[in-house]
């Protein structure tokens, strides 16, 4: 399991649910040999040890230098983080959901024409989401927020 803290830094873009990170801690033989027990897709848990917060996502691209984690800035404030601080990063496998519920956290969502074509939409952009975050979502070039409630897992059939 990966499972290191890294530094901050903050991504000013909104409604891509994933971070960038190198990758450079880990000892390439143990990598390849697949002693790591990776899955894919790449799926993290991070945690904020100051505060207990914890957030799940995918990987964008490994780009950053060593201990160095690129985060978008609503998912650094799901984390109570500043840029700079550090994050707890670990490999995890997630259960794919069958059905989630999203609280608007602004009327102004319900103006959109679709909402529910808008959500499906952006969540196209997320690897994974955690109960009781907030992701924003861009729509008409606003941002907007909304919180998954719930969700249900289950058998899915295979087409």
Same mark, same amino acid.
């Given at each position: 399991?990966?499972? @290191?803290?890294? =530094? !901050?830094?903050? @991504? +000013?873009?909104?409604?891509? $649910?994933?971070?960038?990170?190198?990758?450079?801690?880990?000892?390439?033989?143990?990598?390849?040999? $697949?002693?790591?027990?990776?899955?894919? /897709?790449? #799926?993290?848990? !991070?945690? %904020?040890?100051?505060?207990? @917060?914890?957030?799940?996502? $995918?990987?964008?691209?490994?780009? &950053?230098?060593? $201990?160095?984690?690129? #985060? /978008?800035? +609503?998912?650094?404030?799901?984390?109570?983080?500043? =840029?700079?601080?550090?994050?707890?990063?670990?490999?995890?496998?997630?259960?794919?959901?069958?059905?989630?519920?999203?609280?608007?956290?602004?009327?102004?969502? #319900?103006?959109?024409?679709?909402?529910?074509?808008?959500?499906?939409?952006?969540?196209? %952009?997320?690897?994974?989401?955690?109960?009781?975050?907030?992701? &924003?979502? %861009?729509? %008409?070039?606003?941002?907007?927020?909304?919180?998954?409630?719930?969700?249900?897992?289950? +058998?899915?059939?295979?087409?």
């Amino acid at each position: 399991m990966l499972d @290191r803290l890294l =530094e !901050l830094e903050a @991504r +000013w873009q909104y409604g891509v $649910g994933v971070s960038a990170f190198s990758p450079g801690f880990v000892v390439l033989s143990d990598w390849n040999d $697949g002693r790591l027990n990776i899955t894919y /897709p790449m #799926l993290f848990k !991070l945690t %904020n040890k100051n505060s207990d @917060r914890m957030t799940h996502c $995918g990987v964008l691209e490994f780009v &950053a230098d060593e $201990g160095i984690c690129y #985060l /978008p800035h +609503w998912m650094m404030q799901n984390l109570l983080l500043e =840029e700079g601080g550090l994050v707890q990063v670990e490999s995890v496998n997630l259960q794919v959901a069958t059905y989630s519920k999203f609280q608007p956290q602004s009327p102004d969502f #319900l103006d959109i024409t679709n909402p529910k074509a808008v959500l499906e939409n952006a969540l196209r %952009n997320f690897a994974c989401l955690t109960t009781g975050d907030v992701i &924003a979502i %861009n729509y %008409n070039e606003k941002v907007q927020y909304a919180t998954p409630v719930c969700a249900s897992f289950g +058998w899915i059939p295979s087409i």
